[in-house]
C-alpha cells in the first residue's frame, strides 16, 4: 500500500472539500473475482448473476473479471462461465470437489488466493447456504471485511476521517460499495471495508442481473491446483438428498403466484396452483406469516428473510404488502396484488390492483386463462405480410 499526501482531492463524492492534506491509500486495482457455485455439477444462476454485477465493478477499475470455479469435470461449465463474462476461469478440479464441503472449498480458495501475486479487489459469493458458509471463512483467513446480502454492488473513493486509528485516515479512491437493505430494510445501507483486498461481499440470489450470453466470447481457462489435507476431511457427506422443496426454482420462475395470511386457510395454496399451472415456467410464492404458520414450506417464503425475486410477473394474493415482503419482489417487472382491503400497503407499489376476495377473482382469472389457451389452441394462425 502506498500512501500519498493529497490536497483538496476532487475523486471523492462524499467530501467536497478536503482543506488539509490527506494521505491517499492506493492499492494496485486488482481484479474482480466471483467464486462460482454449483450443486452435484450444476451452475448455480447467483452465479451468473455475480458475473454481471461484477463487470460492471471491473469496468470502473479497469481491471479483469476472473471467476473461480471448484468442482469435477466442469469442462461445459467452464465455457458458459466465458459466455456470461468471465476473463479468465481458474477451475480447481477433483472428485472431492463434486459435492460441497466447508473445509475442502476452504482450502482450495484459500490456497488459491493466497498464490495470487496480488489480492483481487474485490470477491463475491452468492448469499446462498454454500455462499454464507464459504464466504465468512475466507474473509477470517485473510482478516478482510464482507458484507453479506447485498443488493447493489458500486465502485467509489471514500474519506476516512476518524482520528481513532490514525494509520486509516485518509483516501481510499477505489472502495467496493457493499449496499444492502438495513434497519429493517427502511435504509439503504453503503457498508464499506477498504482497510484490506479483497473487499468482499455476497448478494441475494435473482437480485443482480445477467449479462446475454455470448457464444463468441473468449476466455482464459487456467487450471488451479489441489492440495488437500487428510485434516480437511472431517466432515464426510454420506448423501446428498435434493428435496422437493429445493428443487423449486423460485427465483429462476418467470411467474410468480404468491399466497399470504388473506388465503384464510392452507387449501387456499391449492387454488393457487391451480392459476399457477395456467402459466408455463411458474411457481408458488409465500409470505412470512403463512410459513410461519406452516401453510407451506419456508423454500417458498418470499422477502427479506426469504427469497428475493424478480419474475415477469408476481400475482401477490391476499398479501398486504409489507416492507419486509416488498424487498423481495419489488424488481418483478409486473405486480398484480389481489385484495379485499382498499387501503393495504401492496397497491401503493403493484402494478395493477384487483380490490376483492381472492376466492371470487382467482377462480375468474383461471376460468378467463383457460379459455385463453383454449382459443389459441383451436386458432389457425394466419400471417399477413
Ligand atoms: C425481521 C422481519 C423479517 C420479516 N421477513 C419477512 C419476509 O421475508 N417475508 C414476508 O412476507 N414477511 C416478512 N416479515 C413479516 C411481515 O412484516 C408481515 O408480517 C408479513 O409479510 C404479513 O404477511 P401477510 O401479508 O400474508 O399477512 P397480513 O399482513 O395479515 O395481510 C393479509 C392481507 O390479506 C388481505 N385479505 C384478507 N382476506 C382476504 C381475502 N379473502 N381476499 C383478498 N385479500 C384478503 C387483508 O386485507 C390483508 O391485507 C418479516 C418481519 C420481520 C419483523
Redesign the pocket.
Given at each position: 500500500m502506498t500512501d500519498k499526501e493529497i490536497k483538496n482531492s476532487n475523486t471523492s463524492q462524499n467530501t467536497q472539500n478536503t482543506e488539509s492534506a490527506l494521505p491517499i491509500h492506493e492499492t494496485p486495482r486488482g481484479n474482480v473475482m466471483v467464486i462460482a457455485e454449483q450443486i452435484l455439477g450444476e451452475l448455480q444462476p447467483v452465479t451468473l448473476e455475480l458475473l454481471g454485477a461484477g463487470r460492471l465493478l471491473t469496468d470502473k477499475l479497469g481491471t479483469k473479471l476472473v471467476c473461480l470455479l471448484l468442482g469435477h469435470n466442469m469442462a461445459e461449465t467452464t465455457k458458459k462461465l466465458i459466455q456470461y463474462g468471465a476473463d479468465i476461469v481458474y477451475v480447481a478440479d477433483h472428485p472431492e470437489l463434486h459435492t460441497y464441503r466447508t473445509l475442502p472449498f476452504r482450502r482450495v480458495v484459500c490456497d488459491f488466493l493466497e498464490s495470487l501475486s496480488e489480492p483481487p479487489h474485490v470477491t463475491l459469493l452468492g448469499s446462498t447456504t454454500t455462499g454464507r458458509d464459504l464466504a465468512p471463512r475466507i474473509a477470517a483467513h485473510f482478516e478482510t471485511g464482507l458484507t453479506a446480502d447485498c443488493t447493489e454492488l458500486d465502485i467509489g473513493p471514500y474519506e476516512h476521517k476518524s482520528k481513532i486509528d490514525p494509520s486509516k485516515l485518509g483516501l481510499y479512491p477505489d472502495c467496493l460499495y457493499a449496499i444492502r437493505p438495513s434497519f429493517?430494510e427502511s435504509l439503504k445501507a453503503r457498508i464499506l471495508g477498504p482497510w484490506k483486498n479483497p473487499q468482499m461481499a455476497t448478494t441475494r440470489p435473482g437480485v443482480m442481473i445477467p449479462l446475454r450470453a455470448d457464444p463468441n466470447r473468449q476466455g482464459e481457462i487456467i487450471t488451479v491446483p489441489v492440495n488437500l489435507k487428510p485434516e480437511d476431511f472431517r466432515l464426510n457427506v454420506a448423501e446428498t438428498v435434493r428435496e422437493i422443496a429445493s428443487a423449486l426454482k423460485l427465483t429462476e420462475a418467470d411467474v410468480i403466484i404468491s399466497g399470504?395470511?388473506?388465503?384464510?386457510t392452507p387449501e387456499g395454496f391449492a387454488l393457487l396452483r391451480e392459476l399457477a399451472s395456467c402459466f408455463p415456467n411458474s411457481a408458488i410464492g409465500?409470505?412470512?406469516?403463512?410459513v410461519d404458520l406452516g401453510w407451506i414450506p419456508y423454500e417458498h417464503?418470499?422477502?427479506?428473510?426469504?427469497k428475493t425475486v424478480r419474475p415477469k410477473l408476481y400475482i401477490a394474493?391476499?398479501?398486504?404488502?409489507?416492507?419486509?415482503?416488498r424487498v423481495?419482489m419489488s424488481k418483478s417487472s409486473t405486480i398484480i396484488a389481489?385484495?379485499?382491503?382498499p387501503d393495504?400497503p401492496?397497491f401503493k407499489f403493484a402494478h395493477y390492483g384487483i380490490v376483492?376476495?381472492?376466492?371470487q377473482i382467482i377462480p375468474e382469472m383461471i376460468k378467463q386463462l383457460k379459455c385463453v389457451e383454449k382459443e389459441q389452441g383451436e386458432k389457425t394462425i394466419v400471417h399477413s405480410h
Open positions: 429493517g399470504g395470511f388473506g388465503l384464510g409465500a409470505s412470512r406469516k403463512v417464503q418470499v422477502g427479506q428473510t426469504g394474493c391476499g398479501i398486504s404488502g409489507a416492507i419486509q415482503h423481495g389481489i385484495n379485499k382491503d393495504a401492496i376483492g376476495d381472492v376466492y
